[in-house]
């Protein structure tokens, strides 16, 4: 459980905490009447991918947050590994609706576990270069970043440029090795990207792309409804419910967002697919495909 978490959102916003306890009490022992066996579901996807997207739909569900809840226990997600993953499949409570988003790369052992325990796994995708820039633009909203200081003075181009592959003495090796993130993070993430997008899809495992959400909100959230068995549930209703929390929230600034207490914390910038077109610029788009270690056609949808 993240006693940190919990304790800080008591004291800083009590009634926003009796909300989210209210809330996970309702979901857990009044709306209980579902069809649904989908009750484990593990959220895979790179940070800036669109995973609180995600996060977000399965709100509007029967799901609970397993390490956002006080009526859940879940160990600290930054020291997951193959060698404790264990610990981690064996917190979810079976017969109770529980989700976890995690950055957790690919390995086929872990996978086999989570089908074997009958989760339901989504991976989120998304465009790499829209990825990496919704990171700078995070590095440099967040000062305690381990890159925030080497480009927050930096033009766009030279920051944007660093933040691809730039290491700093912040950089913490401990949570790289418990995320699989290299010290390099353009090389680490086209390589994450790169191996789940492999990987074909199953009863219990989904694939989606941002972009195709951006498309299509509602047959987005459709497929996201039938993977878990949420079929009644409807698609445009839970629409409108996101519509509202991002125009909300771009009224925040991100720092803001990435402070704030509860399980509404936030790190939603623009929401846009295709914006490295508009920011791309002839030395950035060679840089960056320079950086990669392969060709970037092997990894986009």
Request: charged share 30%; glycine share 2%; hydrophobic share 35%.
């Amino acid at each position: 459980m993240n006693y940190k978490y919990l304790l800080k959102n008591l004291i800083l916003r009590p009634m926003n905490c009796w909300g989210e306890f209210s809330s996970d009490i309702k979901k857990d022992f009044f709306l209980r009447k579902n069809n649904s066996k989908s009750n484990l579901v593990w959220i895979c996807g790179l940070p800036k991918s669109g995973t609180t997207l995600i996060e977000q739909i399965l709100d509007n569900l029967l799901y609970i947050r397993i390490d956002r809840s006080f009526l859940r226990k879940f160990p600290k997600k930054d020291n997951i590994s193959p060698t404790n993953i264990n610990d981690y499949i064996y917190s979810f409570p079976k017969k109770k609706f529980s989700y976890v988003k995690t950055h957790l790369k690919y390995d086929q052992n872990i996978l086999k576990k989570f089908i074997n325990e009958r989760f339901k796994v989504i991976v989120v995708l998304r465009d790499i270069r829209d990825v990496m820039i919704s990171r700078y633009f995070h590095v440099m909203s967040d000062n305690k970043n381990w890159q925030h200081d080497v480009i927050k003075t930096l033009s766009f181009e030279e920051g944007f440029i660093k933040s691809l592959h730039t290491i700093t003495e912040k950089y913490n090796k401990k949570r790289s090795e418990a995320t699989g993130f290299q010290k390099n993070p353009l090389v680490s993430y086209y390589y994450w990207i790169k191996n789940w997008k492999q990987i074909k899809e199953s009863e219990n495992l989904k694939k989606v792309w941002y972009e195709d959400y951006i498309k299509n909100p509602h047959k987005f959230i459709k497929e996201i409804l039938d993977f878990t068995e949420f079929n009644h549930f409807d698609e445009k209703e839970i629409e409108k419910k996101l519509n509202f929390i991002r125009q909300r929230d771009k009224k925040i600034p991100l720092i803001k967002q990435l402070n704030r207490p509860g399980q509404n914390v936030s790190t939603f910038r623009s929401g846009k697919a295709g914006e490295w077109k508009s920011l791309f610029n002839e030395r950035i788009e060679k840089e960056f495909n320079n950086l990669l270690p392969d060709k970037i056609e092997d990894i986009l949808n």
